[in-house]
């Protein structure tokens, strides 16, 4: 699936209550791996995230939902996950996204947002612990799990390595290597 960084377009829906570590971490480092990385509010203005933090997305959901993205990335964090389940319209693009074969992923109680469109079934995944209780999908507990065209990660401690898998998974290992060393982990 590895292409050219500068080709590759990411969404990242951003909803009331997001866990802004995991957001902001999403967002800067596949900005560093050289992806467009759209960061789309559910609604128009600042979101609120979970500790307080504001948010100004680039636009409001609405004015992508007709463009095609190589991958769609949940952060995670509460009410924030629940919003995302909620939403018909990031519920949709999620199953477009899963039926045209691209990659979609989802860190600590976002990936709900993913069992509840149907795209657990039959996958390994990961999550903050209970946020899959309702779905009836086992987490395995693991920090990053990879299942076909599915990313799944743990919670907010794993939010790096989470993002460093999307850009391996979208750009190669090179890419990745490229955006890990200059952290110094």
């Known amino acids: 699936m590895s292409q050219a960084a500068e080709n590759i377009r990411v969404l990242v829906p951003l909803a009331p209550g997001a866990e802004e570590l ?21 609604d128009e203005g600042p979101v ?79 999550a903050y612990t209970g946020a899959l209780d309702e779905s009836g999908t086992p987490s395995t507990g693991a920090a990053v799990e990879i299942d076909g065209g599915v990313v799944t990660g743990r919670g907010p401690g794993v939010a790096m390595d989470f993002a460093l898998t999307l850009i391996e998974q979208l750009a190669g290992t090179e890419a990745r290597q490229r955006v890990e060393g200059p952290l110094l982990r």
């Open 48 to 126: 609120q995230c979970s500790r307080g933090t504001v948010i100004l997305p680039d636009q409001p959901l609405a004015a992508v939902l007709n463009e095609d993205f190589d991958l769609i990335a949940l952060p995670g964090g509460l009410p924030g996950a629940d919003h995302l389940r909620d939403d018909a319209r990031v519920q949709a693009l999620l199953l477009r996204q899963s039926d045209a074969g691209r990659l979609v992923g989802a860190v600590c109680a976002a990936p709900k947002a993913l069992a509840s469109a149907g795209l657990l079934t039959g996958r390994r995944a990961t």
């Open 22 to 42: 995991e957001a902001v971490t999403i967002i800067d480092l596949l900005r560093r791996a050289g992806f467009t990385v759209v960061v789309a509010g559910l």
